[in-house]
């Protein structure tokens, strides 16, 4: 869960609560929230803003993969679909901060898919009990 990774990396990088508020803009409170899985809907600028102070992504800290931290980063080859998209989307003004946003939200909106769907799961397992 969110909590559980964030708590960990937290840990990992020797930040108390403090710390890490004051080093990615956010309150204190909210990231106890957080950490113990008491907000459960966690916004994308926080995310982004606790995952780039952390040295991870916002995928590792949703549950969604490693950490770009602790994998080490692969070079990938582009195929010709993909470099075309790309130069397509420079062309029109797409700078590479706009699409990292993209990437955060588009990973935000898959878990919060995934977290609404185990909810489902679990309200019809309520039912047939």
Do not use: C
Request: hydrophobic share 30%; proline share 2%; charged share 35%.
């Amino acid at each position: 869960m969110l909590g559980e990774r964030l708590r960990k990396l937290r840990k990992s990088k020797g930040y108390s609560l403090s710390e890490l508020a004051e080093l990615a803009g956010v309150s204190k409170s909210y990231l106890s929230y957080l950490e113990r899985n008491l907000q459960t809907n966690p916004s994308m600028q926080y995310l982004h803003k606790i995952s780039a102070t952390l040295g991870t992504d916002i995928e590792y800290l949703l549950g969604r993969g490693p950490s770009k931290e602790l994998e080490g980063r692969h070079s990938h080859t582009l195929d010709d679909e993909w470099r075309r998209l790309v130069q397509r989307a420079i062309a029109e003004g797409m700078s590479k901060e706009d699409f990292i946003h993209f990437k955060d939200y588009m990973e935000f909106q898959k878990w919060k898919g995934m977290k609404k769907q185990g909810n489902t799961g679990k309200e019809e397992e309520e039912l047939e009990q």
